[in-house]
T-cell receptor, first 118, second 114 residues
Framework: AQKITQTQPGMFVQEKEAVTLDCTYD???????LFWYKQPSSGEMIFLIY??????QNATEGRYSLNFQKARKSANLVISASQLGDSAMYFC???????????????FGRGTQLTVWP | ETGVTQTPRHLVMGMTNKKSLKCEQH?????MYWYKQSAKKPLELMFV???????ENNSVPSRFSPECPNSSHLFLHLHTLQPEDSALYLC?????????????FGDGTRLSIL
């Protein structure tokens, strides 16, 4: 079974500082993809960044980067230069890229509530 | 503008009512999904449709009935729901089911069962 663990229910960071949101995953598959989503209080889930299990370099998208450590099965999200608008719930998710019957299924963690203060 | 539109945004209904949730995407995606998000629980996948065909039903009770008339529209028909069905229902779409294609989500319908 797939499993995503986000151990930080809540995180606080001061504006303009960097913050790391933790994510570990459990899978016996060789080919998988890791995603991070942001969910503001409005409810919409916003895709932030993707990392494939075979990607050699850590993914980056603007202020977001993914610290991928395959041997440790961790895929932490790093947000640089935090902004007040970054306050939201952040979800880590994994998709199995091999398994036909459950192809496409995203497994989500419980999320981390990030609060950015001035 | 998310590209995935869900209506209504809020819905309050009694346990004996029948209502439907609507999801629409004009992103040219072929796969569509329904998720349930309850307080303090991970997102739960309910249904997956690929090219209008249901490919996954994640042991969802029959009081939830999905319908996908075409690749752009997805409905969730609700009848005789229970109080524990109160949650945020999210629709998502993706170009296809696999690979590195992210799922794009709507704003959700916040459902309250009286």
């Amino acid at each position: 079974a797939q499993k995503i663990t986000q151990t930080q229910p809540g995180m606080f960071v001061q504006e303009k500082e960097a913050v790391t949101l933790d994510c570990t995953y459990d899978t016996s598959d060789q080919s998988y993809g890791l995603f991070w989503y942001k969910q503001p209080s409005s409810g919409e889930m916003i895709f932030l960044i993707y990392q494939g299990s075979y990607d050699e370099q850590n993914a980056t998208e603007g202020r977001y980067s993914l610290n991928f450590q395959k041997a440790r099965k961790s895929a932490n999200l790093v947000i640089s230069a935090s902004q007040l608008g970054d306050s939201a719930m952040y979800f880590c998710a994994m998709r199995d890229l091999d398994r036909g019957s459950t192809l496409g299924r995203l497994y989500f963690g419980r999320g981390t509530q990030l609060t950015v203060w001035p | 503008e998310t590209g995935v539109t869900q209506t209504p945004r809020h819905l309050v209904m009694g346990m004996t009512n029948k209502k439907s949730l609507k999801c629409e995407q004009h992103l040219g995606h072929n796969a569509m999904y329904w998720y349930k998000q309850s307080a303090k629980k991970p997102l739960e996948l309910m249904f997956v449709y690929n090219f209008k065909e249901q490919t996954e039903n994640n042991s969802v009770p029959s009081r939830f009935s999905p319908e996908c008339p075409n690749s752009s529209h997805l409905f969730l028909h609700l009848h005789t729901l229970q109080p524990e069905d109160s949650a945020l229902y999210l629709c998502a779409s993706s170009l296809d089911r696999g690979g590195n294609q992210p799922q794009h989500f709507g704003d959700g319908t916040r459902l309250s069962i009286l």
